[in-house]
């Protein structure tokens, strides 16, 4: 099983909603990231779990809350989300969080905020 | 921090032809790694090829390879015998512990 499964693959909410993202993998990876993609843009990264502990969070809103509940979940958890959230997030894994391990991705969940 | 630049927003190949995306990249880390990812309209991120920074040959991957520069900090992908389905976005991204950090991307639109 090579895949990163993320789950819903689309979502709609309104601002004053509450939502989670999941991802799941079951390579024995031990690195998990969530990045966020809008349109025609790269991914930029948001999180990182390292060892089911978070290593980087790159200055995200607490309107985003990550969760790793064990090594092969991680959560994205939402709320109070603004309409310029709206965008593709994508969940990734490496076996670890050395530089030379491949990221695996998945399919990613299309947000709109409404 | 690392800044990753691809200067071709898009780039157009015929059926059959070769294509060279460029990529270059700027750090000041010894131990990293190169990637290039293809993002097709399904959005799934696919690893295209790979190249650690220690080595000095050139990756390939079947119908892909790099031109990897580490002195010019420049990493190119060049793709022979162009097919349909090779079109996509492309990022090149830099690869250091616990970071993964992608250029722009280049569109890859592959011409009858």
């Known amino acids: 099983d090579t895949e990163v499964t993320q789950t819903p693959k689309h979502l709609v909410m309104g601002m004053t909603n509450k939502k989670s993202l999941k991802c799941e993998q079951h390579m024995g990876h031990r690195a998990m990231y969530w990045y966020k993609q809008k349109a025609k843009k790269p991914p930029e990264l948001m999180f990182v779990?390292?060892?089911?502990?978070?290593?980087i969070n790159e200055s995200v809103p607490s309107r985003f809350s990550p969760e790793c509940p064990n090594s092969s979940l991680l959560n994205l958890h939402l709320h109070a989300l603004q309409p310029e959230d709206s965008a593709l997030y994508l969940c990734?894994?490496?076996?670890?969080?050395?530089?030379?391990?491949?990221?695996?991705f998945g399919q990613g969940t299309r947000l709109t905020v409404v | 921090a690392q800044t990753v630049t691809q200067s071709q927003p898009e780039m157009s190949v015929q059926e059959a032809e070769t294509v060279t995306l460029s990529c270059t990249y700027d750090?000041?880390?010894?131990?990293?790694?190169l990637f290039w990812y293809k993002q097709p309209p399904s959005r799934q991120m696919i690893l295209v090829i790979r190249?650690?920074?220690?080595?000095?040959q050139n990756a390939t991957e079947n119908r892909f390879s790099v031109n990897f520069q580490k002195a010019a900090k420049s990493f190119s992908l060049k793709i022979s015998d162009s097919q349909l389905g090779d079109a996509a976005m492309y990022f090149c991204?830099?690869?250091?512990?616990?970071?993964?950090?992608f250029g722009t991307g280049t569109r890859l639109q592959v011409t009858l």
């Open positions: 750090t000041s880390e010894s131990d990293y790694y």
């Open positions: 779990y390292s060892y089911e502990k978070l290593s």
């Open positions: 190249q650690e920074a220690y080595k000095q």
């Open positions: 991204a830099y690869r250091s512990p616990l970071r993964l950090t």
């Open positions: 990734a894994s490496s076996p670890g969080p050395r530089a030379g391990t491949e990221a695996f």
